[in-house]
């Protein structure tokens, strides 16, 4: 995986080496002496991670990562810390500073490509889903944020042990069965597995959450030996997002604890941003009205109000007459400035509350609600009448375009499916078409 990334340090030697390792794996490398600089250049390279020292004249780390971290811009790029102390105190103010990751002077080769590669897995995710939603921010001032917590641990007691880590606003439980876990992972914000334990396959489980798509984007954090770096390599290849060393130090635990769960929600938000404006890419680009797909999930919630609460609601299946015959001799772009013409008088004909869509080329549907047959009826050949009295004018030479409409109506029954309404209302439609057009014509059912 190639990526680029920005080395922050005020000691060029530092600097340097850093930047030959991560060449030598093919990164691309970009550098900043102090805090200031480092912001800049986050700005102007975008770089897929940062590489930050602690100490520094000037801008310190944490007050560089605690505004990398307010600039909705860059805070989505994972930070790791740099520091030449391994202090609990460094690591939870860095944690609270929106640091994402540490390394310890002198960086050790094997643990900084582990961390970088599982940060920029999870920035790729990230990146697809702020790609697609680079209109809105999504506000990830979650730090007061509680969370549920699920550990996972086959030893009792040094798994209660952890759970009494955790204080309010989390809430975290005790599994000891990999089952059990599961379950509870589906609902939690994130899930501590205790690498440590004997007999216990915690990697193993980790991969099981990783690969359920209930719980793919749960955050986990592992908790390996000090020593064991072979461990913590293989966890966070394995898609565990964090790690966190024995001897365990509560303060650690809730600070990393919170970091994950801050990203967890960031990414849910942003996921359900994104699902919202699918939702809202709900208009025809040409006339601007709803499309078919949006005015046929309406008008399924009306059928849905119609059986919940008697709600009655109409619709009238509209289709401009002879259209070909208009694109023929007038040209297509005739064609749309019709099919817009007839959108903008629609719009000034309907209530606020009618929902009308392009159902298919010249097709149009109309939900009214709370209205009956002759409620439609009226407003549909309201709107019949505006269109033939008034005709178009074919772009460029502006010549007169007559332009009329046929119009079937129905109303919603009790027991019907989205279906059945637009068989009807089409039944309608072919009726007053083949009795003349320009006409409106209400369904009526009929004597076998
Ligand atoms: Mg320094």
């Given at each position: 995986m190639s990526a680029r990334i920005l080395v922050v340090d005020d000691i060029e030697t530092n600097r340097r080496l850093l930047e030959a390792r991560l060449s030598a794996e093919y990164f691309e490398v970009v550098e900043a002496a102090d805090g200031l600089s480092a912001i800049e250049a986050a700005r102007a390279h975008e770089p897929d991670l940062i590489l930050l020292d602690i100490m520094m004249p000037g801008m310190d780390g944490f007050e560089t990562c605690r505004r990398l971290k307010a600039d909705p811009a860059l805070r989505h790029i994972p930070v790791v810390m740099v520091t030449a102390l391994d202090q609990r105190e460094h690591r939870i103010k860095g944690l609270e500073a929106g640091a994402d990751e540490f390394l310890t002077k002198p960086v050790d080769d094997v643990a900084l490509f582990a961390r970088v590669r599982s940060l920029l897995r999870l920035k790729v995710v990230m990146d697809e889903l702020r790609l697609r939603e680079s209109e809105t921010e999504v506000e990830s001032?979650?730090?007061?944020l509680g969370g549920r917590i699920v550990v996972a641990s086959t030893d009792g007691a040094a798994g209660q042990r952890i759970v009494d880590m955790f204080e309010a606003p989390f809430q975290a439980r005790l599994t000891c069965e990999p089952l059990e876990t599961l379950r509870h992972a589906r609902t939690a914000d994130l899930v501590v597995i205790d690498l440590t334990t004997a007999r216990f396959d915690g990697l193993r489980l980790a991969a099981r959450i990783r690969s359920d798509a209930e719980t793919r984007q749960t955050p986990i954090l592992g908790i390996v030996d000090s020593d064991d770096r072979a461990a913590m390599v293989r966890a966070l290849d394995l898609g565990v997002t964090d790690v966190i060393l024995r001897p365990l130090d509560p303060g650690e635990m809730q600070a990393r604890a919170r970091t994950q769960v801050r990203r967890k929600a960031y990414a849910d938000a942003l996921r359900d941003r994104l699902e919202e404006s699918l939702e809202m890419a709900v208009t025809d680009a040409l006339t601007g009205l709803h499309n078919r797909r949006y005015v046929v999930s309406r008008l399924r919630q009306n059928l849905d109000a119609l059986e919940r609460s008697g709600e009655a609601f109409a619709v009238a299946l509209i289709d401009i007459d002879h259209f070909k015959r208009i694109n023929d001799s007038w040209g297509h772009q005739a064609g749309d400035a019709v099919l817009k013409g007839f959108a903008d008088r629609l719009r000034r004909e309907l209530r606020a509350i009618d929902i009308a869509g392009r159902y298919g080329g010249e097709e149009f549907l109309i939900l009214f609600a709370g209205a009956d047959a002759d409620d439609a009826l009226e407003a549909s050949e309201r709107f019949r009448a505006a269109m033939a009295r008034e005709p178009f004018q074919a772009p460029g030479s502006g010549e007169p375009v007559a332009v009329t409409v046929s119009a079937g109506i129905t109303v919603g029954e009790a027991g019907d499916d989205v279906e059945d309404v637009i068989a009807r209302a089409d039944a309608a439609l072919y009726e007053a078409k083949s009795s003349g057009r320009n006409q409106v014509i209400a369904w009526r059912r009929r004597a076998a």
């Amino acid at each position: 995986m190639s990526a680029r990334i920005l080395v922050v340090d005020d000691i060029e030697t530092n600097r340097r080496l850093l930047e030959a390792r991560l060449s030598a794996e093919y990164f691309e490398v970009v550098e900043a002496a102090d805090g200031l600089s480092a912001i800049e250049a986050a700005r102007a390279h975008e770089p897929d991670l940062i590489l930050l020292d602690i100490m520094m004249p000037g801008m310190d780390g944490f007050e560089t990562c605690r505004r990398l971290k307010a600039d909705p811009a860059l805070r989505h790029i994972p930070v790791v810390m740099v520091t030449a102390l391994d202090q609990r105190e460094h690591r939870i103010k860095g944690l609270e500073a929106g640091a994402d990751e540490f390394l310890t002077k002198p960086v050790d080769d094997v643990a900084l490509f582990a961390r970088v590669r599982s940060l920029l897995r999870l920035k790729v995710v990230m990146d697809e889903l702020r790609l697609r939603e680079s209109e809105t921010e999504v506000e990830s001032d979650a730090l007061t944020l509680g969370g549920r917590i699920v550990v996972a641990s086959t030893d009792g007691a040094a798994g209660q042990r952890i759970v009494d880590m955790f204080e309010a606003p989390f809430q975290a439980r005790l599994t000891c069965e990999p089952l059990e876990t599961l379950r509870h992972a589906r609902t939690a914000d994130l899930v501590v597995i205790d690498l440590t334990t004997a007999r216990f396959d915690g990697l193993r489980l980790a991969a099981r959450i990783r690969s359920d798509a209930e719980t793919r984007q749960t955050p986990i954090l592992g908790i390996v030996d000090s020593d064991d770096r072979a461990a913590m390599v293989r966890a966070l290849d394995l898609g565990v997002t964090d790690v966190i060393l024995r001897p365990l130090d509560p303060g650690e635990m809730q600070a990393r604890a919170r970091t994950q769960v801050r990203r967890k929600a960031y990414a849910d938000a942003l996921r359900d941003r994104l699902e919202e404006s699918l939702e809202m890419a709900v208009t025809d680009a040409l006339t601007g009205l709803h499309n078919r797909r949006y005015v046929v999930s309406r008008l399924r919630q009306n059928l849905d109000a119609l059986e919940r609460s008697g709600e009655a609601f109409a619709v009238a299946l509209i289709d401009i007459d002879h259209f070909k015959r208009i694109n023929d001799s007038w040209g297509h772009q005739a064609g749309d400035a019709v099919l817009k013409g007839f959108a903008d008088r629609l719009r000034r004909e309907l209530r606020a509350i009618d929902i009308a869509g392009r159902y298919g080329g010249e097709e149009f549907l109309i939900l009214f609600a709370g209205a009956d047959a002759d409620d439609a009826l009226e407003a549909s050949e309201r709107f019949r009448a505006a269109m033939a009295r008034e005709p178009f004018q074919a772009p460029g030479s502006g010549e007169p375009v007559a332009v009329t409409v046929s119009a079937g109506i129905t109303v919603g029954e009790a027991g019907d499916d989205v279906e059945d309404v637009i068989a009807r209302a089409d039944a309608a439609l072919y009726e007053a078409k083949s009795s003349g057009r320009n006409q409106v014509i209400a369904w009526r059912r009929r004597a076998a």
